[in-house]
């Protein structure tokens, strides 16, 4: 089972949903193993919402480039107000359309637990709670939090039934649970409600004029394509310190991040992704690290080389962004 695999040396088995399937599955995610589950819109692949290990490997099944922000599942409205700040909009909008295929962006809890790498880093959470029957039963099951991107390679089209799981993510997950087709099939509509006005940030199964008779107008990103795929529309993390990458020595007055056994001296304070070289434990520790930096009385942030394969494409795509001046899209 989970503990450290690698994404590509497990054993996949897809079970019918029933009721002894899905405990199983609730002591896998437990376990910080991976499963594949139906929502009423499209497959997710979960993982522990809390445990950085676990949503670095989901990453590392997904085969993801980057690090996107990942919508987090809960089952019910009041386990969503536990992880983040609700306003009024928020409250009426999780009154109205939860559960089902609604995804609202609020300001994350300092005590919301949820893994920094879970939402990218970014000071904002993305939440759900699902309408369906397999999805409601699991969360339950497992009683805490569920981070869950689609269950697909990165790259291709969200699956809809068991099967196009299977076709992308065997080999790859602990578990899939085969609920049939998905009655929405289409991802969730994602609306944005730490800024105002409120954005419609990813057209979904939820129709816009729904949401926009409960919490008024939504602002919609403009025609210029940039901002067009949800995964550029959040915003990034930035720190605040400037970054130097690939940094075979430091100063005392840098903080470091280092990776691997052979770490330079002198820093004012040194922090190891992984002092054993491993990409997924490197990915579980970057933006806790990188925070934590930050938050140093330091000139800059000095950053070791990471192998530029697996996660370590997604590290230093991460990396790089943050040393270009971060912030932004
Ligand atoms: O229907 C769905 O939403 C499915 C099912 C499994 O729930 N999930 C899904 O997840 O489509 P995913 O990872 O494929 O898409 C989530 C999108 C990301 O592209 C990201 O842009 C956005 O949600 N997102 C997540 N957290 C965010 C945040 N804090 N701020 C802005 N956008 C966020
Ligand atoms: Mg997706």
Same mark, same amino acid.
């Given at each position: ?75 019910? /409205? *009041? !386990?969503?107000?536990?992880? &983040?700040?609700?306003? $009024?909009?928020?409250? %009426?909008?999780? #009154?109205?359309?939860? +559960? @089902? ?106 129709? /816009? *004029? !729904?949401?926009?008779?409960? &919490?008024?107008?939504? $602002?919609?990103?403009? %025609?210029?394509? #940039?901002?067009?795929? +949800? @995964? ?98």
């Amino acid at each position: 089972m989970p503990s450290d695999m690698t994404a590509t040396d497990r054993e996949t088995r897809c079970l019918p949903a029933d009721a002894a399937a899905i405990a199983e599955a609730a002591a896998i995610l437990k376990a910080g193993g991976l499963v594949a589950f139906p929502t009423e819109t499209v497959y997710g692949l979960g993982a522990d919402a809390g445990n950085d290990r676990a949503v670095a490997r989901l990453f590392e099944a997904k085969g993801r480039p980057r690090f996107n922000p990942l919508i987090v599942h809960v089952a019910t /409205a *009041a !386990d969503a107000a536990r992880l &983040a700040d609700r306003d $009024a909009r928020a409250a %009426a909008l999780a #009154a109205r359309f939860w +559960p @089902g295929p609604l995804t609202l962006v609020m300001k994350r809890r300092a005590d919301c637990g949820v893994s920094l790498l879970a939402s990218a880093g970014l000071d904002t959470l993305a939440v759900r709670v699902p309408d369906h029957p397999t999805a409601q039963a699991l969360l339950k099951a497992v009683g805490r939090p569920i981070a869950a991107p689609s269950a697909n390679r990165s790259g291709t089209l969200s699956p809809t039934i068991a099967a196009h799981v299977m076709a992308g993510l065997d080999g790859r997950v602990d578990l899939v649970l085969d609920g049939g087709q998905c009655p929405v099939g289409l991802e969730s509509t994602i609306v944005d409600l730490s800024v105002t006005p409120p954005a419609l940030l990813r057209p979904g199964g939820l129709a /816009a *004029a !729904d949401i926009e008779a409960v &919490a008024g107008p939504l $602002a919609t990103p403009d %025609a210029d394509g #940039a901002v067009k795929s +949800p @995964g550029r529309l959040a915003r990034h993390y930035a720190p605040a310190h400037p970054i130097r990458l690939e940094a075979a020595a430091v100063t005392g007055d840098e903080a470091l991040i280092a990776f691997g056994p052979e770490v330079p001296a002198g820093a004012r304070i040194t922090f190891n992704l992984s002092p054993g070289g491993g990409l997924v434990e490197a990915a579980a520790n970057l933006f806790a690290m990188l925070h934590e930096a930050d938050r140093a009385e330091v000139a800059a942030i000095a950053v070791m080389a990471i192998p530029d394969r697996g996660l370590g494409r997604a590290i230093n795509d991460r990396l790089q962004r943050a040393a270009a001046g971060g912030g932004g899209h």
